[in-house]
């Protein structure tokens, strides 16, 4: 599966943004989804999962509550809803992909090693 994030910008802090991250290629719902993000000098952080079924979400402590992670199988999309954005959320943000089709409609990972399928990231910046 080939993945196409967008949506990033410029926000002042307290705004909004909602990222997107399409998927080419067969079987999208069998994927669990991730976004990370990555700031300069740092490195890549989870920021939140969803498992394939959209069943199950699981967030980073620094965002939970602010961002929200949904999906549109079929659509082939995944989305990141970034609400009350403050200046440490500025990074390039980063869309995954793991196969769970053997793991289960309920599974999801925030460790990096565990996904297959990266997109180029989509950069994220806000101002104080």
């Known amino acids: 599966v080939q993945l196409q994030a967008s949506g990033g910008g410029l926000v002042q802090a307290g705004g909004s943004l909602r990222l997107s991250c399409s998927a080419s290629g067969r079987h999208f719902s069998n994927y669990a989804m991730g976004w990370f993000r990555q700031a300069p000098g740092k490195e890549r952080d989870f920021v939140a999962a969803i498992s394939s079924s959209g069943v199950i979400v699981h967030y980073a402590a620094s965002v939970k509550g602010r961002f929200d992670i949904s999906r549109d199988n079929a659509k082939n999309t995944v989305y990141l809803q970034m609400n009350s954005l403050t200046p440490l959320d500025t990074a390039v943000y980063y869309c995954?992909?793991?196969?769970?089709?053997?793991?289960?409609?309920?599974?999801?990972?925030?460790?990096?090693?565990?996904?297959?399928?990266w997109g180029q990231g989509t950069q994220v910046t806000v101002s104080s």
């Open positions: 995954a992909a793991e196969d769970a089709t053997y793991d289960g409609d309920t599974y999801y990972s925030e460790t990096t090693d565990q996904y297959d399928h």
